[in-house]
């Protein structure tokens, strides 16, 4: 970036007043710059420092000359080795990222422990100075493994059963965001059906009425009213009948069905949600795969349409990705639903544009009068 370029984005940020002055003070600056191997340390370290207060990086670059431009003005005489300039520098930083920044949010995730809820807390961790996030984890058990995985400092890990209202509530509380990634899990039970030969499954963890349901509700019922709820949910839920649906269900002897149901009751928390009033963002992915993340083009859909790719999978990583953006633009993400799939990696382009992702839906959002809410 030329510092002409540099000086526009200046201008725009600082005012045209400061930055006549600052352009004037970068030619005296620059001559006192008589170290460049110094200067470009220096320089560099503030492009660290910046990249840190999580400033964007084509404002960083301008910021490489503004802050130098901006000590001149500030200590025009006294500025004379490029120690003080450097230490100026580094204080005018610190006051111009300061009234740029968006203050640090609390932000919980729930389900921290699991497979895309962990990716997702990994995220929002390493931008510290952008979120408080506190990750939730069923036990004590699921705390020590994330915590022996590495990178998760303690204090952020909380011991949470989402079916325990109380304890959502008190953990919730002054968070700004609430990110859902718990889910009842199915496993086998080890028996098989035999009508069909297949194995039976059972959720021996919670069901998906304690935890899709009654688990979700509580979480967001716990963010405030000003909060911003976002769910991974699943998509099939147009599908009463869907195979995930089956999973569980069991037969009375009455001819009646109980349990199961997991999409169906997680289509219920999602209907909740929206009309809670709450800003929300409900994400419907494919299949799950744990392959990288930012490898492949990203596909957004509603009511389970097959339109864009026939693929039907995503990766963990790029619906934690999603995610993360959504909860950082609120002002593009909230109140969505959508589905979302990938693209097989050697097919399109790896998507970095968030924006043009969401935009790419044309304002269509999830049609919750399709499928059945319990
Ligand atoms: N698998 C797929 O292909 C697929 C496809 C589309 C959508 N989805 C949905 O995508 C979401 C993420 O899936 P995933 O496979 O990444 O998740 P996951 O690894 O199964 O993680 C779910 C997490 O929920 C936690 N949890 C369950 N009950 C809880 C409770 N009562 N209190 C607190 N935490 C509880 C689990 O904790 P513990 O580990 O301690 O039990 C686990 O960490 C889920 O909603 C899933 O249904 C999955």
Redesign the pocket.
Known sequence: MTFAHGAKESREFFGRRACVRMEEAHHISQKRLKNPKLASFEIRRTRTFLNRMNLPIALSYNLQVGPIVLLSLLRPKTMRTIFSQSFLMLASATALSASSTVPRRKVVV?????????FLFRKMLALPDEFDAIG????E??KKSLIESGDVPESSVKV????DADAVKQVAKDCSAFCI?????PKPTGETDETTGRPIFGFP??IPE???WQ?QKNQIDACGPEGHVL??????GTDPNHV?NVLGRTINPDGTASGGN?LKW?RKAEVHLMESGKTYTIV??????NESGGERELVLGVDDSTEGTDSR?VP?ED?AEVMLQALKHPDLYGNRSFDLRAKPSEEGSPTTDFRALVESLNGKNCDYSLGEIL
């Open positions: 729930s389900g921290a422990g699991g497979q895309t809820g962990q939730l984890v069923r036990s058990e699921s949470v059963d989402v079916t990634c718990t889910s009842a899990k963890n919670g304690e935890v899709d688990g769910i991974c949910s699943s998509m099939g995930l997991i997680k419907h992915p494919g299949g799950l795969i999978t963990r619906v």
